[in-house]
């Protein structure tokens, strides 16, 4: 077995960060991916990240000191894989081994279990480089049991294999580490807590906005996991109990997936498309405007990791209503700097109350951001290597 002999623990490391997703593909991990690596690399690492390619993005580009590789793999879509693309994307990414080698990396970073994971495994076994897994939550047995209870029992010999071999082992919320522990267990293995982190430069909140509209705001995949359905019922009982006395009130759907035709017939049936705006995959680029722009963020999710989009609607300083799960309820406070439910039906009393109530939003929305400059993505790029350098 050729072994990559692996320089001292000093303070620079060489480090291979691997996701099928990275901006502008994905979705939170893809973020947290491109914004590790940056604070890495700042932090003075070297740093190579392994990828998709998609059409209109180069092979291989420097990003803020770091280099990105990408692959040539099947995936179609911006928002989301399937498996036999995220399969493919393994495929592709283990004949990039000569790239690897002359980069020649201390430890992997393997953003999810699956498909990273299995690349991450595959180059311990070639060339003895150890390997961390991040996990996201779809990649954790037992998340959201209802959609992906037959997903992870047929990956089962697969995930098995990648976290038995893992060096170590991080979940990005108290919640999903509880989670992932009933796994890990079973191979003597620890999870440690390494929350997200958000630009708080980026996401800011407006100094301009003077529209006396109210909005509400959904950032996210168009899935059933997100519960989108949930939102626009809420809105329409709300414009249908009050009438025009609501005041002129707008939705703003951010986001893709593959329910997005159906939420927009819902939309329609309920009567309320005139308010409510399917705005479709947005770049990151333009997020922070579209949050600038909102008075509301809502997250009506069944289950979640640590959700970036709630870091980043804090950050704006933004009251925030989300479902009472891992997670969420991490981040939010309930009544300090934002609002958790644990049944839908309580969310068009909640929003109403919001929007009812401008300092109460001003409050909660100020309790927000103070709230999100206790996470950054310095803090978890430093945690990351101190994980690493125990290894």
């Not at 894989?81 to 283990?94: D, K, Q």
């Not at 001003?362 to 290894?391: C, N, P, Q």
């Amino acid at each position: 077995m050729e072994i990559w002999r692996r320089k001292s623990r000093i303070e620079t490391m060489k480090l291979l960060l691997i996701n099928y997703e990275f901006p502008p593909l994905g979705g939170g991990a893809g973020n947290a991916t491109q914004n590790t690596a940056k604070e890495l690399a700042r932090q003075g690492h070297k740093v190579l990240v392994l990828t998709t390619y998609f059409q209109g993005l180069l092979e291989r580009e420097l990003i803020d000191g770091y280099e990105v590789v990408r692959v040539h793999s099947q995936r179609k879509r911006v928002d989301r894989s399937n498996p036999i693309e995220m399969l493919h994307f393994v495929w592709c990414a283990l004949k990039k081994q000569k790239d690897i080698k002359n980069f020649a990396p201390e430890v992997v970073l393997s953003f999810f279990a699956l498909p990273s994971g299995l690349v991450a495994y595959r180059l311990k076994r070639k060339h003895n480089i150890p390997y961390v897994l991040s996990l996201r939550g779809g990649d954790v047995p037992g998340f959201l049991p209802k959609n992906l209870k037959w997903w992870h029992v047929l990956s089962s010999p697969l995930t098995s294999l990648i976290w038995k071999h893992a060096n170590a082992i991080i979940a990005n919320s108290i919640g999903l580490k509880e989670l992932a522990e009933k796994t890990a267990r079973r191979f003597g293995k620890d999870v440690t807590y390494i929350p997200n982190g958000v630009d708080t430069k980026l996401f800011s909140p407006s100094r301009h906005r003077t529209n006396s509209d109210f909005r509400i705001l959904f950032v996210g995949r168009l899935i059933e996991q997100k519960g989108v359905k949930y939102l626009l019922e809420a809105v329409a009982k709300i414009l249908k109990e009050k009438g025009a006395s609501s005041g002129k009130v707008f939705c703003d759907i951010v986001g893709d997936g593959p329910l997005r035709q159906e939420l927009e017939s819902l939309s329609k049936s309920l009567g309320i498309d005139n308010v409510v705006t399917f705005h479709g995959w947005v770049v990151r680029e333009k997020l922070p405007v579209m949050y600038q722009q909102a008075d509301v963020f809502v997250l009506p999710s069944f289950d979640e990791g640590m959700p970036n989009v709630i870091l980043e609607a804090m950050a704006s300083r933004l009251p925030i209503i989300a479902t009472n799960i891992r997670g969420n309820n991490e981040l939010i406070g309930n009544g300090t700097n934002g609002f958790l439910y644990k049944q839908h039906p309580e969310l068009p009393t909640i929003l109403q109350n919001i929007m009812d109530n401008k300092y109460l939003r001003e409050t909660i929305g100020k309790a927000a951001r103070e709230r999100s400059m206790d996470y950054s993505w310095e803090h978890v790029a430093r945690d990351y290597i101190e994980t690493i350098s125990g290894l």
